[in-house]
């Protein structure tokens, strides 16, 4: 008897990550601005303020496609706030936030990165993408309670 493999798994997942990822990373090479930095602002943007900095530095941490320690996560922080792009990330500080040249620097570089976003998701049909949405948010939920289990 044979078992049969899932339509999805964490190799497809682990694909298309990968390769989104490699072409923001070229999209972001003549900027001065690395994807991890692209990605924490956003971050900073769509989620914060955080007012305990720790769940930032937490959350940072747990993507596992920043591939981020704590030192690493800590690094990155202070390099956004060296830069005048965040504030309050230092672990003892607070409120983490994007500050308005952040803002800025988040809107030049997601106005670089649009366009292959359009492309590659553009004709997609929408309900489509929110089932994937919804899956995929699924899948991170089951996975981090079998991880906490284990």
């Known amino acids: ?26 999209m972001l090479a003549g900027t001065d ?4 930095e692209f990605i924490t602002l956003r971050v900073l943007a769509v989620r914060g303020p955080y007012e305990d900095p720790g769940v930032l530095h937490d959350f940072l941490v747990s993507q596992r496609q920043l591939d981020l320690t704590p030192l690493g996560a800590a690094d990155l ?11 309050g990330t230092a672990r003892a500080a607070g409120p ?18 649009s366009p292959a976003t359009r492309q590659v998701f553009g004709d997609l ?6 089932t994937a949405r919804r899956v995929l948010a699924e899948v991170t939920q089951r996975a981090d309670q079998l991880r906490a289990a284990i």
């Open 1 to 26: 008897m044979t078992q049969s493999i899932p339509t999805l798994t964490g190799q497809d997942i682990a694909e298309a990550q990968g390769a989104l990822r490699a072409l923001l990373d070229t």
């Open 33 to 36: 601005a690395t994807a991890n």
């Open 77 to 87: 922080l202070a390099g956004l706030e060296e830069a005048g792009l965040a504030e």
């Open 96 to 113: 983490a936030r994007i500050t308005d040249a952040g803002k800025r620097v988040l809107t030049r570089l997601t106005e670089l990165t």
């Open 125 to 130: 049909d929408p309900a489509e993408l929110a």
